[in-house]
């Protein structure tokens, strides 16, 4: 082996070790800082690029949980005016309960007559005032058909629920109920069926909402469970083992001094 003055090759060994270790250092340093094992994409190429989508995929599903929980608000306030309107038509049959028999005389029917028409006038306002964040009236039109994107794509089938709740016109007129008259008897009688029938539709409605509301409600439950799971993936992939990275931090340290 040659003997030179030169160039001294055992401190240039050891200046390339210490650069080495300088940057293993600083690695350490980021990571710990960071608590993730991938910073940049030159940390693990293939594993940020799958740290991303999974990153994607929370990111999106986060907002299709809270698109459910917005149409279970939506769905809530149309069931609360449905609730009302059904509970008005309790009260305008036993109303006709009362005007359909002998034991008051028509006097007393006109009285009667004085509520049903301040029923029939509520049962108006609350459907065209029952309204969710500028949307029409949603008790007063001919349908409410509505679409949740509760998924992260775009297929019909799997990522959007849909809801059609069918003839939504629930002021009087479209429950056949503004022409009430309880002034006779027999009309008094006759209006049984129809307010019967009024009732029906209108809890065939509320059925169907809170149907609606339930599969809403096993939505928010089922991504929210999704999103643990691909938030747990992604910290597999792209976290850092902090006790490892502390490890090789006081190890570089040391090789550094």
């Known amino acids: 082996m040659a ?4 160039t001294n090759v055992p401190a240039l060994n050891a200046q390339n070790h210490l650069q080495r270790t300088h940057a293993k250092l600083s690695d350490s340093l980021e990571k710990v800082g960071s608590g993730h094992r991938i910073n940049k994409a030159a940390d693990d190429a293939a594993g940020l690029a799958i740290s991303e989508n999974l990153r994607a ?11 459910a929980e917005d149409g279970i608000s939506l769905v ?14 309790i009260r305008t049959r036993e109303l006709a309960m009362q005007a359909a028999t002998d ?7 006109e009285l009667i007559q004085y509520e049903v028409d ?3 006038a509520e049962i108006d306002r609350l459907a065209s005032t029952t309204k969710f964040i500028g949307m ?8 409410l058909d509505v ?17 059609d709740a069918g003839n939504l016109d629930l002021t009087s007129a479209g429950l056949d109920v503004d022409g009430l008259d309880f002034t006779a008897r027999e009309d008094a009688r006759d209006a049984l069926d129809t307010i019967d029938e009024a009732i029906f539709n209108v809890n065939s409605i509320r059925a169907q909402v809170g149907a609606m509301q339930n599969r809403l409600t096993n939505t928010v439950n089922a991504g929210r469970t999704q999103v643990e799971n691909l938030e747990a993936a992604n910290s597999r992939i792209r976290d850092a083992d902090i006790a490892k990275e502390s490890t090789d931090l006081a190890k570089n340290q040391m090789l550094r001094q």
Do not use: C, H
């Open 3 to 6: 003997l030179t003055i030169m």
């Open 57 to 67: 995929d929370i990111s999106s599903l986060n907002q299709g949980v809270r698109n």
């Open 76 to 89: 809530q306030v149309y069931e609360g005016g449905t609730r009302e309107i059904s509970s008005m038509l």
């Open 103 to 109: 034991t008051i005389s028509d006097r007393e029917r």
């Open 118 to 120: 301040e029923i029939k």
């Open 136 to 143: 029409d009236p949603l008790l007063a039109g001919e349908s």
């Open 147 to 163: 679409e949740f994107q509760v998924g992260k794509n775009n297929e019909s089938e799997v990522d959007r629920i849909a809801f």
